[in-house]
């Protein structure tokens, strides 16, 4: 799978892909960020301890399979999966459910969800959320997250950290953008929360095209996202917070000035990107993340792939290590398809064959739609 094309020479802008493949990868990695939860909030993470933990995850001996388990699949500890995934999930079950955007059907989901399953680390102010749309007094599914923060709402990664099912069904960008926005509105209203899930979105939407260089990737969403950041909210929002204006559009700047550079120092990624749980301080992180990892790593050995490469780097930053890996590795599954999936790591993955089975209904909408 995925290490031979790597080896094979094959630069970005040659390659050919399905798809298929590409749909259902986006969403795969989207939907399983449990590998990347152990190290969660540590302001460091040792690659020898990363290493030693996911070679617990390669196969072992074959064995006779337990009943419902896969043919020659290892016993291993099953990775249970976080707030990421459950709402990335309700996202897409909604999408599949409605067979279009539903605000009033997401939003329903997700408070479900949480009421159903409330110790996957949601943080509590989502929570609080979720609370008044549980509530039969509750006629606008977007006003909840408008009173957040004093009427500021929240300016969080929890939009972005669950969008990908949505690109992955719109082909059209200003579909993408448009509902992007709305699905991410329904916990985040500041313009900051929200922009960040519209930027995961894009993001997502040119891997799958494939085509582009890492140069016109990073230029296309400069572009859309200097359209978007010039409206007066988000203006609003950004200066309100301290912060320049244009702040995203910046970072991907940033990000583009990072890339031209023969190494870049983790210190000097953390400063300038960071690895918080502001959709600011994350995002950008997610999309120079797979970029870099497009190339190999010295500190990374050469047997895994580009999707692993991604998502070990993700890890090895530190801090909201779930979030930053499911949204790098959404962009890298979005890219490279689902071949660079190692089976083990899928495997160890909770409800890795319910996921399947979504990611096979999700491309059979996208082919629907297109």
Request: charged share 25%.
């Amino acid at each position: 799978w995925g290490p031979q094309s790597e080896r094979s020479g094959r630069s970005w802008q040659s390659r050919s892909k399905s798809p298929a493949p590409c749909v259902e990868g986006g969403w795969w990695r989207c939907a399983a960020p449990d590998l990347a939860t152990l190290p969660e909030g540590r302001s460091v993470v040792k690659l020898s301890d990363l290493f030693n933990f996911l070679r617990g995850l390669e196969p072992v001996e074959p064995r006779p399979p337990e009943d419902g388990e896969p043919t020659g699949s290892a016993r291993r500890e099953t990775l249970s999966y976080t707030d990421d995934t459950a709402m990335s999930r309700s996202v897409v079950q909604s999408l599949l459910a409605k067979r279009e955007f539903d605000e009033v059907d997401m939003a329903k989901r997700f408070a479900e969800e949480y009421k159903k399953e409330p110790n996957r680390g949601y943080g509590m102010a989502v929570v609080n959320v979720f609370k008044k749309l549980l509530s039969p007094k509750c006629n606008d599914v977007f006003e909840p997250a408008r009173a957040q923060f004093n009427g500021k709402g929240s300016y969080g990664n929890g939009g972005a950290m669950r969008v990908a099912g949505i690109p992955l069904v719109y082909s059209d960008v200003q579909d993408v953008k448009k509902f992007a926005r709305l699905s991410a509105e329904v916990t985040h209203a500041n313009s900051l929360g929200y922009n960040g899930a519209i930027l995961q979105a894009l993001a997502v939407h040119l891997a799958l095209q494939g085509e582009l260089s890492k140069e016109t990737f990073l230029e296309q969403l400069i572009s859309h996202m200097e359209d978007v950041e010039a409206d007066d909210k988000s203006l609003t929002d950004a200066r309100a917070l301290g912060f320049e204006d244009l702040p995203f559009s910046r970072r991907l700047k940033k990000i583009k000035e990072f890339l031209e550079l023969s190494s870049v120092p983790k210190a000097d990624v953390l400063f300038e990107l960071g690895n918080g749980i502001a959709a600011l301080r994350s995002v950008p992180t997610a999309i120079y993340s797979f970029l870099r990892c497009m190339e190999a790593d010295p500190d990374i050995p050469g047997h895994y792939n580009n999707l692993q490469r991604t998502i070990i780097y993700c890890i090895s930053l530190g801090g909201d290590t779930d979030t930053i890996a499911t949204m790098a590795g959404a962009i890298a599954g979005a890219y490279y398809g689902e071949e660079q999936i190692p089976p083990s790591w899928e495997q160890s993955c909770e409800a890795f064959q319910e996921t399947q089975k979504l990611a096979n209904s999700l491309y059979e909408l996208y082919c629907q739609r297109l």
